[in-house]
């Protein structure tokens, strides 16, 4: 990567580092409307640091059970498929495009780890949206993550 482009990079990604906090996820199909997805009642945080890495936890919201006493079913309905996501990793940014990738090296989906999972993003003042595609029940849809940046303590 040459110096100009590397110099574009870092203040692109300047725009993504810091702490983030889920908001809402929508999802659409590739006409624009909105798609019928069962609504999610998540938490998470999304951190980008300045030297590269990011670390994204996404969790179902009202999880009641403990290690000591989860079922299996507990379990799935936590992490099982679409129900959470948690990963961390390095990410680097296009600003040509608008697009981060990152690049889990841990990940509670091993599928992820090593993977390039590319994400369009656009900063609107304190709001991060990133979006991308995925198949829900054999349509293909574009999924977009909502995040508020956090206030620091």
């Not at 999802?27 to 999304?46: E, H, I, K, S």
């Not at 992490?79 to 841990?106: C, I, L, M, N, Q």
Request: net charge negative.
């Amino acid at each position: 990567m040459g110096a100009l482009a590397l110099a574009a990079s870092a203040a692109s990604a300047g725009e993504l580092v810091g702490v983030w906090t889920f908001v809402k996820e929508t999802n659409t199909r590739a006409d624009g409307t909105p798609a019928a997805v069962p609504a999610a009642n998540y938490q998470g945080v999304l951190i980008y640091t300045e030297d590269g890495h990011v670390s994204a936890t996404v969790m179902p919201k009202g999880r009641r059970w403990t290690v000591a006493n989860a079922t299996y079913k507990d379990l799935m309905n936590s992490v099982g498929e679409g129900a959470a996501t948690a990963y961390a990793g390095t990410y680097r940014v296009d600003a040509a495009s608008k697009t981060v990738t990152h690049t889990p090296s841990v990940s509670v989906d091993p599928a992820d780890i090593g993977q390039k999972l590319v994400r369009h993003y656009e900063v609107r003042g304190h709001e991060l949206l990133l979006s991308g595609k995925w198949n829900y029940q054999g349509e293909e849809l574009t999924f977009t993550v909502h995040w508020q940046r956090a206030e620091a303590n």
